[in-house]
């Protein structure tokens, strides 16, 4: 099956920095979706975004689907970026409908 | 509105009980998802429902048997859990069926504990 893969595991940074996580897949895919898990457990949808750019203020998202990776980007990181970050594809077309997600990347933001 | 409500939040419950999980959307949406979550790891498929049929089940023991009375309910049903089904449970839905484009929006989750 496709196999995703997260960077880094961890990061940790101050208040006010720049970050970028990065998720490569093994396969083509539909669907691409990036979702931040805050510490209460629920999964927000970030991005949606098999390929192309996309932002949503201080977060933006790019998928180079031809290179089978897509990267978020986060600027003047906030206490409330902190949490783990997911990356979940689904492979193929069709009615599949089965994300795969990533091992995820935790953030920690400090004051 | 992209709101997937799950209750219980949570729920500690013994080896030998019967419980349900309930989750509802009121955005339309045609497909319905359980997931599994252990601590540190990703969340995991255990079960699709499209168009309020069973369409993938990923191989979960028979103590868990999900129900979908109508397209804006999903059950899930726990009898006979083991402790090492202690985790996180997320619902999700997506707008038409189970295409491999639709965006998926998840709930709360509602976090168990097995005795």
């Known amino acids: 099956g496709i196999q995703v893969e997260q960077s880094p595991p961890d990061l940790i940074l101050q208040e006010g920095a720049n970050s970028t996580l990065r998720c490569n897949f093994s396969d083509s895919v539909n669907n691409l979706q990036w979702f931040h898990q805050n510490p209460w457990g629920q999964l927000i949808n970030l991005f949606y975004i098999p390929s192309g750019t996309k932002q949503n203020g201080r977060l933006s998202a790019t998928t180079v689907a031809t290179e089978r990776y897509s990267l978020l980007y986060i600027s003047s990181s906030q206490t409330t970026d902190s949490g783990v970050y997911f990356c979940?594809?689904?492979?193929?077309?069709?009615?599949?409908?089965?994300?795969?997600f990533g091992q995820g990347t935790t953030l920690q933001v400090k004051p | 509105d992209t709101e997937v409500t799950q209750t219980p939040k949570h729920l500690v419950m013994g080896m030998t009980n019967k419980k349900s999980l309930k989750c509802e959307q009121h955005?339309?949406?045609?497909?319905m998802y359980w997931y599994k979550q252990k601590a540190k790891k990703p969340p995991e498929l255990m079960f699709v429902?499209?168009?309020?049929?069973?369409?993938i089940n990923e191989s979960v023991p028979s103590r868990f048997s999900p129900e979908c009375p109508n397209s804006s309910l999903l059950n899930l049903h726990l009898h006979a859990l083991q402790p090492e089904d202690s985790a996180l449970y997320l619902c999700?839905?997506?707008?038409?069926?189970?295409?491999?484009?639709?965006?998926?929006?998840f709930g709360a989750g509602t976090r168990l504990s097995v005795l």
């Open positions: 999700a839905s997506s707008l038409q069926g189970q295409l491999a484009k639709n965006i998926q929006y």
């Open positions: 955005m339309g949406h045609r497909a």
């Open positions: 979940a594809v689904v492979h193929g077309s069709g009615n599949t409908g089965k994300l795969i």
């Open positions: 429902y499209s168009y309020e049929k069973l369409s």
